[in-house]
């Protein structure tokens, strides 16, 4: 589970990176899905390494802006379902 705030957005931020960045770090606030830094694709991929990664299930209706704009956002996501 996630066992600081930190893990849960460097988690996020590494499977960032490694898969759609090309390397470059992400900002906890840049917009993932406005600056256009996300397909739809890849955030299906990232609910998938989340689900994976820190034991949890993002319900379809979680599945939206307000909860994968950004990487905070999404920890934040993170954060509530493994309390």
Do not use: C, H, Y
């Not at 499977?15 to 600056?35: A, C, F, H, K, S």
């Amino acid at each position: 589970m996630v066992s600081s705030n930190g893990d849960a957005r460097a988690a996020i931020r590494g499977w960032l990176q490694e898969n759609v960045t090309g390397g470059r770090d992400v900002p906890n606030d840049e917009p993932l899905i406005d600056n256009g830094v996300m397909t739809s694709l890849q955030t299906v991929e990232l609910v998938v390494f989340l689900e994976d990664t820190f034991g949890i299930v993002v319900e379809d209706e979680e599945f939206d802006e307000e909860n994968f704009g950004s990487v905070e956002a999404i920890a934040r996501l993170v954060e509530s379902k493994a309390a």
